[in-house]
């Protein structure tokens, strides 16, 4: 009777323990097929924003599941840091400035941009209302605070001369990133080299009107710019991975421009205080400059041959690259999804 007892106490234990086991494995995340997900780490370039809230609607909205994918999303603190971690194998696959990536690429770094998404760089002059700055021309004579260290002030020169001024008819300010929207606020500087998407957004966030603002793209220096983009070797033996994830970014980006509410609120669901409290101006400014789709670009993600050589001949003007590069040294289309499964420009 005892041994009874005891083999049906045993069986019960037995029953438990592959119940709790069986738990155990359901929280592995699965997709609607019941198959388990691919991890998969992805580098951003910037802490949790508006110009990054698209990805984490690809999350949210499970077109990062629906691939296979069980995406984690690393944010970053620079453009630079984020093109040298992947150059350096601490990351796989990160999203940053092209300049930054490309200068790698012409060092012999083993990297490919696979999707372009702002077809265009942020850059702008801002001015305020009032400060007698009301064309590019006005500039002369003027004091322009410029962000150090960074890419910006290195292409200033060429925003400068394609207007009919060069470098020595403005007074340049060396500034700190962080200090060029209280240097403008408080008359320290006439205008400052910023972005449409950051520094514009925190000038009106603080009550400025009626700016002045002079975009790169709009006015001679249309440079390739944000992108996704990995190790070569990655890509190699990762190819249907990394096929599926640009894909599902490039949803969650279709979705974000028709959603820029609801995109917004899936960043806060997925970082929550750690996302910008300014995301949804952020957000709208890229749409609204019309970022995605510049340059004569003709679908949004894919950034045509014709940008990319206007990119490496305008940056090699002021060395940021070498003279003579073939630009496709820089770029493959491979990874992207086929024509007619891209989002057209201009965005409707």
């Avoid at 949210?60 to 691939?67: L, M, N, S, V």
């Avoid at 930054?100 to 702008?124: D, F, H, R, W």
């Avoid at 408080?186 to 972005?195: E, F, M, N, W, Y």
């Avoid at 999804?337 to 409707?348: G, R, V």
């Amino acid at each position: 009777m005892r041994t009874a007892i005891a083999r049906i106490a045993g069986v019960g234990a037995l029953a438990l323990a592959l119940g709790l086991a069986g738990c155990s494995g359901n929280s592995t995340p699965t997709g609607s097929d019941g198959k388990q997900l691919k991890d998969f780490s992805f580098q951003l370039n910037q802490p949790p924003n508006g110009s990054n809230s698209p990805f984490a609607a690809a999350v949210e909205q499970g077109y990062y599941k629906d691939a296979g994918l069980n995406v984690d999303i690393v944010p970053g603190t620079g453009s630079s840091q984020t093109a040298q971690l992947v150059a350096g194998g601490k990351a796989q696959i990160g999203y940053a400035d092209s300049t930054s990536t490309t200068q790698l690429i012409a060092q012999g770094a083993p990297l490919k941009v696979i999707a372009t998404i702002y077809q265009s760089n942020p850059n702008e002059v801002i001015a305020l209302e009032g400060s007698g700055i009301t064309s590019i021309a006005d500039l002369k004579g003027k004091k322009v605070g410029t962000p150090v260290p960074s890419s910006q002030a290195s292409m200033l020169p060429l925003f400068l001369e394609a207007n009919g001024l060069s470098a020595k008819d403005v007074e340049l300010v060396n500034l700190a990133p962080t200090s060029l929207v209280q240097s403008l606020l408080q008359h320290q500087v006439d205008a400052i080299l910023g972005s449409i998407d950051t520094y514009q957004v925190q000038l009106e966030q603080q009550g400025a009107k009626n700016l002045f603002t002079a975009m790169f793209a709009d006015n001679g220096v249309p440079t390739v710019s944000t992108s996704i983009f990995a190790r070569t070797d990655y890509l190699k033996s990762n190819p249907e991975d990394v096929k599926a994830f640009v894909a599902a970014s490039l949803k969650g980006w279709d979705f974000a421009t028709q959603h820029p509410d609801t995109a917004v609120n899936d960043l806060k669901k997925l970082w929550g205080q750690k996302a910008s409290a300014t995301s949804l101006p952020e957000l709208k400014a890229a749409l609204d400059g019309n970022l995605l789709c510049a340059g004569g670009a003709k679908y949004v993600g894919r950034a045509e041959p014709d940008q990319w050589a206007q990119t490496q001949n305008l940056l090699s003007q002021v060395d940021l690259l070498p003279k003579g590069v073939d630009p496709t040294k820089y770029y493959t289309y491979d990874y992207l999804p086929a024509e007619s499964d891209l989002q057209t420009c201009p965005i409707k």
